[in-house]
């Protein structure tokens, strides 16, 4: 694994996963079934095809989160602010994106669990890259995506993801967690 710092608040880990981890990971969302991508609210998450167009898939996983933990914890600040590093977020999200599909400018919003813990880093593992289109594209950065690479942000970064233009793309998505 090779760690890449774009800025100081966004970074990759180039062979972050095995491309046969990726293969499996792809296979297992296509069984679960994707659905369309709603945009997360303070009031509840809508459905808002103008900001965001893709599909994805929900799911949580204690022993999934656990490993890639291991794997990440070493390229992430152990501490933000007053806040000490606990782990990935145990809810996942595949992301799949077709032809003219994408996720227009944003910033991911913090996940609170409880009192003491909230996510403060985005962290993604792109799973293909046999596609055209489908950048990152952040303002100061734009990330192309490989196969196995993960890209990880400090949640108030704004970005997006332009639109696929052929093929289709897979991301696998969680947080870093933070807490007292």
């Known amino acids: ?18 491309r046969e981890e990726c293969e499996n ?3 297992f969302s296509e069984e679960i079934g994707y659905e369309e991508a709603k945009v997360s609210f303070p009031e509840g998450a809508k459905m808002v095809k103008g900001l965001r167009n893709n599909e994805r898939i929900l799911f949580e ?9 291991e794997r990440l914890a070493p390229f992430c600040p152990f501490k933000i602010e007053n806040s000490i ?4 977020n145990e809810m996942f999200r595949f992301y799949r994106y077709e032809r003219e599909q994408r996720f227009k400018r944003h910033i991911d919003g913090r996940f609170k669990r409880g009192e003491s813990e909230e996510s403060r880093i985005t962290f993604l593992v792109y799973l293909n890259d046999n596609y055209k289109g489908g950048i990152t594209k952040f303002d100061e950065v734009s990330i192309i ?8 942000f400090i949640h108030e970064q704004k970005h997006e993801g332009i639109p696929i ?6 991301v696998l998505r969680s947080d870093v967690m933070y807490g007292n």
């Open 25 to 27: 990971l792809i296979a």
């Open 1 to 18: 694994m090779e760690i890449n710092y774009h800025t100081d608040k966004i970074w990759t880990i180039e062979n972050f996963m095995e």
């Open 165 to 170: 233009e052929e093929g289709i793309k897979y």
């Open 61 to 69: 996983d204690e022993e999934l989160a656990g490993r890639l933990w």
């Open 85 to 88: 590093a606990v782990g990935l």
């Open 145 to 152: 995506p490989k196969i196995g690479t993960a890209l990880c």
